[in-house]
């Protein structure tokens, strides 16, 4: 079946630690997109990517870092730049006017 | 500046009690708009989408509809597992990167 991975479901991170965050798809589809979603807030934009070897900023971009060097793939990194960085991130892609979520991967700092 | 306002925060039904849950937009042009269902630690799930006023689309007991200003979900004869949280997102005409930009949500308990 086709769909958007996001591995790992949960991630812990130490002060000063970078960590990076998975999301695979086999949709084909060429956009994909990271959000973060905080408790009682909408998602927000962090990175997104129209083709391979190609991205942009979102509103939240500070903190973060992304790569493109396939089109099934998009791994964003939470550095140790980004000062709260315990969220719920999720990644999604896009065809057309349809964007399809991966289950999330809940990143808390210790 | 683009905005989309989702009301009520949350709604508590009882099981079989029809009711409807709205989406305010505010954008330069609609390209469209876009309802997903969020279960807790999960990914948004897409539901439909909408492009144009009028247009209307079913899929079991939802129902969502659209005109120039707003959206909204009906629920028909809920089911407490309709409970989650249901998001509302719209694209922009304007926008040159294809970002949906979403709603708070709302939080819909289906009680038995």
């Known amino acids: 079946d086709g769909g958007i991975t996001q591995s790992p479901k949960y991630l812990f991170r130490k002060e000063g630690q970078n960590v990076t965050l998975s999301c695979e798809q086999n949709?084909?589809?060429?956009?994909m997109y990271w959000y973060r979603q905080d408790p009682g807030q909408g998602l927000r934009l962090i990175y997104y990517s129209q083709i391979v070897n190609d991205f942009q900023k979102g509103d939240i971009a500070e903190g973060y870092s992304v790569s493109r060097e396939k089109k099934e793939s998009f791994p964003l990194t939470v550095t140790s730049a980004q000062k709260n960085p315990t969220a719920f991130y999720l990644c999604?892609?896009?065809?057309?006017?349809?964007?399809?979520f991966g289950q999330g991967t809940r990143l808390t700092v210790v | 500046e683009d905005q989309v306002t989702q009301s009520p925060e949350a709604l508590r039904l009882q099981e079989g009690e029809s009711s409807s849950l709205n989406c305010s937009y505010t954008?330069?042009?609609?390209?469209?708009l876009f309802w997903y269902r969020q279960d807790p630690g999960k990914g948004p799930e897409f539901l439909f989408t909408l492009y144009s006023a009028g247009e209307e689309k079913e899929k079991e007991r939802l129902k969502a509809t659209l005109t120039k200003k707003e959206s909204f979900l009906h629920i028909t004869a809920p089911k407490p597992e309709d409970s989650a949280t249901y998001l509302c997102a719209v694209q922009d005409l304007g926008g040159s990167q294809g970002n949906l930009i979403f709603g708070k949500g709302t939080k819909l308990s289906v009680k038995p």
């Open positions: 999604a892609c896009r065809r057309n006017t349809e964007a399809f």
């Open positions: 949709l084909n589809h060429d956009a």
């Open positions: 954008v330069s042009g609609l390209r469209g």
